[in-house]
């Protein structure tokens, strides 16, 4: 088979959260980081056959980009990659050294739902660099929800505000900019009582389960 480069895009994202990952047999991608903070997981145009542990992705990664068109096939204990009369052999990895996604769907209420445009992320993404800030906010007081970019622990530190919405509930909930780890576009975001946010990208089926700071008011 041949990998997609929306697939390799998807595989680099999950590379950031978890450097290892078991690829399932089927069409499904799913990564967990260490901490079990970030969950992500994505449906894909291939259709895997084969369960792969693979314990540095990145290094999977450099060899699917290193030549355009290249054809995967996936054995017993390693794949091939190969183009022409060329090709290498990628051993996997024993699963149990693998930190793997859980396979049962995360489950979250919903108690404020709002949109993030692809313009928000990557606003978002370059406030927090810009800033060097720690946290991303999302608080509710008064009848304005504000997403907040900066530091709670410092008053005079420099911060990117906007409002995003109205509610009717009282909430602050905070996420660490470092977990921030989704590809930038469209996305609606749940904020859940368990305190976790979720992220489902607008067209994609592509999603993720972020863990709230444990100071977070829901």
Known sequence: MQISKETIDILKNFAGINSNILIRKGKTLSTISTAKNIFAKATVAEDFPEEVAIYDLNSLLALLTLMENQNVEFGEKSLTISKDSGKFEYFYSSPTVIVAAPTKDIEVDTHYEFKLTAEDV????????ITGAPTITIAC????VTLTIGDK????ANTYKKVIGKCEHTFDCHMAVENFKIIPDAYSVTISKKKAFQFKHA?????YFIAMEPDSVV
């Open 203 to 207: 067209t994609k089926p592509l999603g």
């Open 122 to 129: 990557n606003m978002i993404m370059k406030a927090a660099a």
């Open 141 to 144: 007081k008064g009848d304005d």
């Open 153 to 156: 622990k410092n008053d005079t």
